[in-house]
C-alpha cells in the first residue's frame, strides 16, 4: 500500500469500550478512524461472560456480545477495523507513524486505548476456570456469588478493597497471601481484619484451581495451596477465586513518548485526555487505574473522541 491509502485522519488502538466508543463518535464527526484492534479484539470484556452493570441491558448481556455491537455501530458510521497488533510507533513527527510488523499506517492524530491486563498467576487451570469463578474482577462479578464462598488472592490494598467488596454478596471470604505481611496500606488492612465475613491463609500460594465439568458446564470447586515455607499442599474448598495481584497497562509501546506513572499508566491533562504529546490522546484503562470499569472506559473513549476532533479542528483553522 502506499503511504496514502495508508493514512488516516485519526488511527484508535485498542478496541475495548473506550476504542469502540471512540470510533463511534469520531466516525459520526466524519473522520474515517481505522481502529487497530489487536490480537484481542473487544479487549477484557472478551473474557468476561455477564456483563450486567452496563447501563441499557436490563437482563445484562455477553462481554463478547457487548464489544461486537459497539464494534457494529462503529462500523455503520464508517469506521475501519483492521485486526493487527501495533508493534512499534513514532509520535515525533506528525503524521505519527504506526508500524504493524513490517506494514507502516500514518494518523494525523492517536487515541490510544490499549487498555490494562489484570496480573494473572499463569496457571493453566486458572485459565480453564476464568470466568467460571476465577476472575479478576469483584465489581464486575462479585453478585454472582452470593451466599457462596470466594478466595480472594493478593496482599495489596486492591486485595483488600476487592474482599471487602465480596462480603456484600459472598458468605465467607478467605484472603491468601504469600506472606505473612501485606503491601496494604494499614487502613485497608485494619478495615479487613475487622470484618467477620474475611479470613486470612497465609505464606500460601495457589498450585492449582480445581473444578468439575457436569453435564457440559464447567465450575470451580476450590484451589489447591502450597505452604510458601515447607511446601507442604493443602486443598481449600471455594466457590470462587479472584486474582487481586494487580494490574499492568499495556503501554509499553509508548515508553519513548509518553508520560506515564511508575505503574507504566499513562498521564492525561487534569480533566481532559490529552497526552503530553500533542494530537495524541488516552482513553480507558491505560490511563484509569482507579475505576477500570467498561462503563467509564467508554466515557473516557467519548471524551477523546472529541478532544481529537477539536485538536484537528483547531490544525486545520
Same mark, same amino acid.
Given at each position: 500500500?502506499?503511504?496514502?491509502?495508508?493514512?488516516?485522519?485519526?488511527?484508535? &488502538?485498542?478496541?475495548?469500550? /473506550?476504542?469502540?466508543? /471512540? /470510533?463511534?463518535? !469520531?466516525?459520526?464527526?466524519?473522520?474515517?478512524?481505522?481502529?487497530?484492534?489487536?490480537?484481542?479484539?473487544?479487549?477484557?470484556?472478551? $473474557?468476561?461472560?455477564?456483563?450486567?452493570?452496563?447501563?441499557?441491558?436490563?437482563?445484562?448481556?455477553?462481554?463478547?456480545?457487548?464489544?461486537? &455491537?459497539?464494534? #457494529?455501530?462503529?462500523?455503520?458510521?464508517?469506521?475501519?477495523? $483492521?485486526?493487527? =497488533?501495533?508493534?512499534?510507533? =513514532?509520535?515525533?513527527?506528525?503524521?505519527? #507513524?504506526?508500524?504493524?510488523? =513490517?506494514?507502516?499506517?500514518?494518523? @494525523?492524530?492517536?487515541?490510544?486505548? !490499549?487498555?490494562?491486563?489484570?496480573?494473572?498467576?499463569?496457571?493453566?487451570?486458572?485459565?480453564?476456570?476464568?470466568?467460571? *469463578?476465577?476472575?479478576?474482577?469483584?465489581?464486575? @462479578?462479585?453478585?454472582?456469588?452470593?451466599?457462596?464462598?470466594?478466595?480472594?488472592?493478593?496482599?495489596?490494598?486492591?486485595?483488600?478493597?476487592? /474482599?471487602?467488596?465480596?462480603?456484600?454478596?459472598?458468605?465467607?471470604?478467605?484472603?491468601?497471601?504469600?506472606?505473612?505481611?501485606?503491601?496494604?496500606?494499614?487502613?485497608?488492612?485494619?478495615?479487613?481484619?475487622?470484618?467477620?465475613? &474475611?479470613?486470612?491463609?497465609?505464606?500460601?500460594?495457589?498450585?492449582?484451581?480445581?473444578?468439575?465439568?457436569?453435564?457440559?458446564?464447567?465450575?470451580?470447586?476450590?484451589?489447591?495451596?502450597?505452604?510458601?515455607?515447607?511446601?507442604?499442599?493443602?486443598?481449600?474448598?471455594?466457590?470462587?477465586?479472584?486474582?487481586?495481584?494487580?494490574?499492568?497497562?499495556?503501554?509499553?509501546?509508548?515508553?519513548?513518548?509518553?508520560?506515564? =506513572?511508575?505503574? *507504566?499508566?499513562?498521564?492525561?491533562?487534569?480533566?481532559? !485526555?490529552? !497526552?503530553?504529546?500533542?494530537?495524541?490522546?488516552?482513553?480507558?484503562?491505560?490511563?484509569?487505574?482507579?475505576?477500570?470499569?467498561?462503563?467509564?472506559?467508554?466515557?473516557?473513549?467519548?471524551?477523546?473522541?472529541?478532544?481529537?476532533?477539536?485538536?484537528?479542528?483547531?490544525?486545520?483553522?
Amino acid at each position: 500500500m502506499s503511504e496514502q491509502t495508508n493514512h488516516f485522519k485519526v488511527a484508535i &488502538i485498542g478496541s475495548g469500550p /473506550a476504542g469502540l466508543t /471512540a /470510533a463511534i463518535y !469520531t466516525a459520526r464527526a466524519n473522520l474515517n478512524p481505522v481502529v487497530f484492534e489487536g490480537l484481542q479484539p473487544g479487549g477484557q470484556l472478551t $473474557i468476561t461472560t455477564e456483563v450486567e452493570n452496563f447501563p441499557g441491558f436490563e437482563h445484562g448481556i455477553q462481554g463478547p456480545e457487548l464489544m461486537d &455491537i459497539m464494534r #457494529k455501530q462503529a462500523h455503520r458510521f464508517g469506521a475501519q477495523s $483492521i485486526y493487527k =497488533d501495533i508493534t512499534e510507533v =513514532d509520535f515525533s513527527k506528525r503524521p505519527f #507513524k504506526l508500524k504493524s510488523y =513490517d506494514e507502516e499506517y500514518y494518523a @494525523d492524530a492517536v487515541i490510544i486505548s !490499549t487498555g490494562a491486563s489484570a496480573r494473572l498467576l499463569g496457571l493453566e487451570s486458572e485459565a480453564k476456570y476464568m470466568g467460571y *469463578g476465577v476472575s479478576a474482577c469483584a465489581t464486575c @462479578d462479585g453478585f454472582f456469588f452470593k451466599g457462596l464462598k470466594v478466595i480472594v488472592v493478593g496482599g495489596g490494598d486492591t486485595a483488600m478493597e476487592e /474482599a471487602n467488596f465480596l462480603t456484600k454478596f459472598a458468605s465467607e471470604v478467605i484472603i491468601v497471601h504469600r506472606r505473612d505481611e501485606f503491601r496494604a496500606s494499614k487502613i485497608m488492612l485494619d478495615r479487613a481484619k475487622k470484618n467477620p465475613k &474475611i479470613k486470612f491463609v497465609t505464606n500460601k500460594v495457589i498450585k492449582e484451581v480445581l473444578g468439575v465439568e457436569e453435564g457440559g458446564k464447567k465450575r470451580m470447586t476450590g484451589v489447591l495451596l502450597e505452604d510458601t515455607k515447607d511446601h507442604s499442599v493443602t486443598q481449600l474448598d471455594a466457590d470462587g477465586l479472584f486474582i487481586a495481584i494487580g494490574h499492568k497497562p499495556n503501554t509499553e509501546l509508548f515508553k519513548n513518548y509518553l508520560e506515564m =506513572d511508575e505503574t *507504566g499508566y499513562l498521564i492525561v491533562k487534569p480533566g481532559s !485526555t490529552y !497526552t503530553n504529546v500533542e494530537g495524541v490522546f488516552a482513553a480507558g484503562d491505560v490511563a484509569d487505574k482507579k475505576y477500570r470499569q467498561a462503563i467509564t472506559a467508554a466515557g473516557t473513549g467519548c471524551m477523546a473522541a472529541l478532544d481529537a476532533e477539536r485538536w484537528l479542528e483547531a490544525q486545520e483553522s
